[in-house]
């Protein structure tokens, strides 16, 4: 057997996880206190659900198979078609807007690259059934709620706010058709960073009309003003720009757009997001308005790791029992009852010698050890620090319930041994 | 689009999703206090790895495929062979005996029917490197202390114990042979409820003594006996019971195994879980005595919903911040920051007439409506609480930070509303 996952996937060991639970946490924060409910769906879904969404195109990135009943099924790339599903079978229980959130787990068959997985956490927010500029400054301030909730500041990242109904305009005034639309934007969307001749080359008459663009000299967007307005008000003014080179890719935006990019532009974008009003309708059949964004745990993983910013790994046991071979029940008693009161209480399974129970007790990186030896027969247990090696006595009695007592108890146990 | 996922798989709106996460968060709590560390692995593993484990046979419940780059992988329908890869990867870096624990989402391709689905969510706990009872004590006493969690008691719930050694045993001494016993061990697996004819019919001159040992008169095992004594010291006696007819299905069992089941006996088991001392060397390589169970999502949630036991869905929203239409930006300002504080703020982003505004407040739940009018130029909000329809005012300045500073702050208003 390989010790080793398939190329592209990832194992979590605890140290590793624990980092993933903090990225998990504050966005599910960012969420709670945003107002958005949390959802989740199949990983498995059918093979057309993608196809109606982004055409054939899709089926080459996929993880897509045949099950044993014969359907075309495919491990879900991206939450969206499931969202929409989900949304047109029940939004009529909901009331608009309808401000939902999840964190799936999402599959590609890419080319494995620094920061790019075949397997990936995304999260998700969408807003559906509001059509104001409202619902992207909901989202715009809640992934900024979130990255802050991380550690990470205006100073770190930038949201970059654009307008595909602006390009939209302006692709028509400059005489692109509906049918060559998706291929401009596309080669739009993978501009930055080119130089004129690459542009020339691959726009065209086009090449200087996007410039001017780019320039700002293209005018500028109601819609994408009023969402700056929006975040503004909400408190995260400084973390936006306008910035009309993003486009994104995909063909079925049809409003303000945005990305969430590393102030250093090193990095690929940690977030993205826009408007489409039109996709439930083309997946569910419910004309409803919709925005939405998402934001994968590898990239942004990256990013606090260059900021040098690390979860703090919690420590496995908080509360060690040790106990002298007589005292085994007595300790296991203890254990099971702070376990039961709320504290993360363990032991050395092996109860070898009291000093080999400690060296695992530091091992473990417990904070307390509790010492149960045979002035437990006179109501003490001996309470050590172990990091300060601070040692006090704790009395114990047994209450009318049959519980054992502690004085102090645990919640004290800190200003005690401190004073 | 069909609104439907896939047969055997499920949507889990904003309602389901909250009763899955409080079964989390008891499986998380339980693991925690008792000194587990979380890990995760890939959903998408290699086929091998679970043919090594557990036969060809298992391939025909699996959702197994060709990926792109011609490799034969397998969404997982188990965590353990992940978790066997993972500890001979890296035991060495970690203190015995490890301790993990982990939530996977889980696949087979079986008849979907009554708390059995295509895909769950499994808690597994395992235990490595400790060859004493005390594995097992740990590993029951934390179940118990999850189902605790989620309501449930030793009147709900009942952990049958039983010793495979001993049937193990058992079987050498009535002459099955080693190629017999899986098959023999599978049919004892499925005796449970079988009249004697059947076991007559299926067991043949085995039935007898089988029938003797199930009564208790077959003796009684060491190892059971170390395991009830630590599970009782630990607090969970009256949750054990011994049961040799609990045999478990799986060939790799080499101990003490044991089955938590609902006490009236209508559910399939909860959790499973046992000694299985010989596998991490045969998938892995290392040789570490190892204990562990799974706990799936569905049918628990079936018995919590037997027992009218149900998850408090939270109310999205706390504080709904209701504002006339010239107070619009203040209104956003203080959302904006009643976030950053903690607390859970929403607001109607059509921003209707007031009445509209406070309507919404209503149908997301808040507790609290912040009624930001005319007095705002005067310092004051109004503060109604919804349910009570009491109303009392709160008066507001800039602080030294810019930030708006509410008195009484949300954390007082209950106590202030309730006087």
Redesign the interface.
């Known amino acids: 057997?390989?010790?080793?996952?398939?190329?592209g996937?990832?194992?979590?060991?605890?140290k590793e996880?624990?980092a993933?639970?903090s990225i998990f946490q504050a966005w599910r924060e960012?969420s709670?206190?945003?107002?958005?409910?949390?959802?989740?769906?199949?990983?498995?879904?059918?093979l057309?659900?993608y196809k109606?969404k982004s055409g054939d195109e899709i089926v080459g990135q996929l993880?897509h198979?045949?099950?044993?009943?014969d359907?075309e099924?495919a491990?879900r790339p991206e939450m969206t078609p499931?969202f929409?599903?989900?949304v047109?079978?029940?939004h009529r229980n909901y009331?608009k807007?309808i401000?939902?959130f999840s964190v799936p787990?999402l599959?590609r068959?890419e080319r494995p690259q620094r920061g790019r997985h075949?397997?990936h956490y995304q999260w998700n927010c969408d807003?559906v059934g509001?059509k104001?500029a409202?619902?992207e400054?909901?989202l715009i301030?809640t992934l900024c709620?979130g990255l802050?909730l991380l550690g990470l500041g205006p100073k770190d990242v930038v949201v970059k706010i654009s307008d595909r109904s602006w390009w939209d305009s302006f692709l028509a005034k400059h005489g692109v058709g509906e049918k060559e639309k998706p291929d401009v934007l596309r080669i739009l969307d993978r501009m930055e960073g080119s130089t004129p001749e690459q542009r020339k080359e691959k726009l065209g008459v086009l090449a200087g009309p996007v410039e001017d663009a780019w320039e700002g000299r293209g005018g500028d967007s109601p819609a994408l003003m009023e969402v700056r307005k929006?975040v503004e008000?909400?408190?995260?003014g400084e973390w936006c720009e306008t910035d009309l080179r993003v486009v994104r890719g995909l063909a079925y935006y049809t409003g303000v757009v945005f990305e969430v990019h590393d102030r250093s532009g090193k990095l690929r974008a940690v977030a993205g997001g826009g408007r489409y009003d039109d996709l439930l309708k083309k997946?569910?059949?419910e004309d409803l308005p919709a925005t939405g964004f998402g934001m994968g745990d590898a990239v942004l993983a990256e990013l606090l790791r260059e900021k040098n910013i690390q979860s703090v790994e919690p420590s496995?046991?908080e509360i060690f029992v040790v106990a002298e071979a007589g005292e085994?029940?007595m300790g296991?008693?203890l254990?099971?009852?702070l376990?039961?009161g709320?504290?993360?209480?363990?032991y050395d399974?092996?109860?070898g010698k009291l000093g080999k129970q400690l060296e695992?007790a530091e091992?473990?990186g417990a904070r307390w050890a509790l010492l149960v030896g045979r002035e437990s027969a006179e109501g003490k247990f001996g309470l050590k620090e172990l990091a300060t090696r601070r040692q006090v006595e704790v009395r114990w009695s047994k209450g009318p319930d049959g519980n054992i007592c502690l004085e102090p108890n645990p919640g004290e146990w800190a200003k005690v041994v401190g004073s």
Do not use: I, N
């Open positions: 057997m390989t010790g080793q996952p398939l190329p996937f990832r194992d979590f060991f605890p996880h624990s993933l639970r960012a709670r206190r945003s107002g958005f409910s949390e959802y989740e769906g199949p990983e498995l879904e059918s057309d659900l109606e993880y198979f045949k099950d044993k009943g359907r099924v491990l499931t929409a599903r989900m047109a079978s029940q009331r807007p401000k939902w787990r599959f068959y075949r397997e807003v509001e104001s409202a619902a400054a909901e301030s709620l802050s929006g008000a909400l408190g995260y997946l569910g059949g496995a046991a085994k029940a296991l008693a254990v099971g009852q376990r039961r709320g504290f993360c209480a363990d399974p092996g109860a695992l091992a473990k």
